[in-house]
């Protein structure tokens, strides 16, 4: 009981700052959009989405693995091993980051074909020091999940998007020049990793963490990491591509020249998917808080436990889903129009809000896998998905336009979702979460129909900023009253998360 509570309390914590800080940079994103435009943005997305591809090529997979290495030396009782995982972390990534952030500074002249935008390529040449110190940071990241050390995590997690958040506006200000504006916000970017990157080490090491001989832990770091780093690596690839392809494509078929495509680009990816990945922070709270916990269980055979984990994590994500799902189809167009001043972007996030129940399902259903030694399998199905993106936006933009990406995420979430789920259900086959999904859906349903008659009442007399405050807590009681009717929703979480030990 008391390991359930201490569960409840510490993905409170991690939800509680991760919304604070996916807050931040959900209004940054909307300050940035109005300064720098959609032009602006679209530069920005792009070159981040490159650095993604390189960062994610040296450190994706290892904070994970650190992590479940920490989570099994604990098991054990083996202090020794916990800082050889750290170190074997730090010295994996060294030796990838450093060549390769070498190779792309004297050799940026080869790497153009990258960028769907050239203006993007010395706006990258930026970032090229944070390649090494965030993927060190992330390697401290690893250390803090493993040890649970929840509290100096997302401190320091929230500081260095405040950090980002903070000079990014004052840098922007008043900058007129798209290209200005996107450099200006991407220095504030490797500032804030220069920022973690002190603070995780100082933190690391105040508290006893130390480097040690890493050879014991190096073998199963790689061989654990690899695939993960692989499946995170063929994301960021997928990004980047799509950053070349989608506007390549969107100028070939409708005759857009290069700002209006990338200023379309901008709109779906840079202003609508973000809304739409919304609960992927909250996801994210739930695989920190759960993983090293359940990879602990894993390692002690502690069965029961284990299923514990597994279904509560599944149903969190359908809930998180079944309470948005409803409010983003609704107010889709509202949210839109008012965040961003754009049309079509809340017109994406309203035909898009189905999305959410798979995306939810794949997320959590990978951690899960991940933490149960079964890296490869859930590499397969990303890639079988990620097949289906790209054959999605190769065939359907002249059909669709943008929204071919849209249709092709949704797709990929679906075939993770339902390979993971078919491979958990072989792993454990007493877990439960059918019914409970199935009420759910029915939930969604009927709150977005009450939703559509409210809206299309309050829609007549008061402005989108008042359909949004009168419709969204409207939307979130009644999804809730069903939700407690059903009896898949109780306060004993709040209790426990409000009691002492």
């Keep these: 009981m008391l390991m359930k509570q201490n569960i409840y309390k510490s993905a409170a914590m991690v939800t509680v700052f991760s919304t604070i800080e996916k807050t931040l940079s959900f209004f940054y994103r909307i300050v940035l959009s109005r300064i720098i435009g959609a032009e602006g943005l679209g530069i920005y997305q792009i070159c981040l989405s490159v650095f993604a591809v390189f960062l994610t090529v040296a450190s994706s997979g290892v904070p994970v693995t650190v992590s479940r290495l920490i989570a099994k030396s604990n098991a054990t009782g083996d202090v020794k091993s916990n800082h050889a995982a750290v170190t074997a972390g730090v010295v994996a990534t060294l030796m990838v980051t450093v060549p390769l952030a070498i190779l792309l500074f004297f050799g940026k002249s080869l790497f153009g074909f990258l960028f769907s935008d050239d203006r993007s390529t010395d706006i990258f040449l930026i970032l090229l020091p944070g390649l090494i110190l965030t993927s060190i940071y992330a390697v401290m990241r690893g250390a803090f999940w493993g040890n649970k050390q929840f509290l100096p995590y997302s401190i320091i997690e929230l500081l260095e998007d405040a950090v980002m958040v903070i000079l990014g506006c004052v840098l922007v200000y008043g900058v007129a020049d798209p290209m200005l504006g996107a450099q200006r916000a991407t220095i504030a970017v490797l500032i804030s990793y220069v920022f973690s990157f002190i603070v995780s080490l100082f933190w690391y090491f105040k508290k006893g963490g130390r480097f040690v001989n890493p050879k014991k832990q190096l073998k199963p770091l790689l061989s654990s990491s690899l695939p993960i780093t692989a499946m995170r690596t063929s994301t960021s690839v997928l990004n980047s591509a799509v950053a070349v392809l989608l506007p390549m494509l969107l100028m070939k078929v409708y005759g857009l020249n290069n700002s209006e495509a990338i200023s379309l680009y901008g709109i779906a990816i840079g202003m609508s998917v973000p809304i739409l990945f919304m ?121 669709v336009g943008v929204y071919s990406y849209l249709i092709g995420m949704a797709l990929s979430f679906i075939i993770s979702a339902v390979l993971n789920l078919r491979l958990l259900k072989k792993k454990c086959p007493d877990i439960k979460f059918m019914k409970y999904a199935l009420k759910s859906l029915a939930v969604v349903m009927l709150t977005c129909t009450f939703g559509t008659l409210l809206d299309g009442i309050v829609s007549r007399y008061v402005s989108a900023f008042w359909q949004i405050v009168i419709c969204v807590p409207a939307c979130l009681l009644f999804t809730a009253a069903f939700l407690y009717c059903l009896k898949m929703f109780t306060f004993r979480p709040v209790k426990k998360l409000i009691s002492r030990s």
């Design 279 to 399: 609960p992927s922070s909250l996801i994210g709270s739930i695989s920190v808080v759960v993983a090293p916990e359940l990879s602990e269980n894993f390692y002690k055979n502690k069965t029961e436990l284990v299923k514990f984990d597994i279904e509560k994590s599944v149903k969190a994500a359908i809930f998180i889903a079944t309470i948005l799902i409803p409010i983003l189809f609704v107010l889709g167009d509202e949210i839109g129009t008012f965040i961003y001043a754009n049309d079509l972007s809340g017109e994406i996030v309203q035909n898009c809000s189905f999305i959410l129940l798979p995306m939810c399902i794949a997320m959590i259903t990978t951690t899960i896998l991940n933490s149960l030694n079964c890296e490869k399998r859930t590499l397969i199905y990303f890639m079988i998905g990620a097949a289906a993106m790209l054959l999605s936006i190769l065939t359907l933009t002249k059909f």
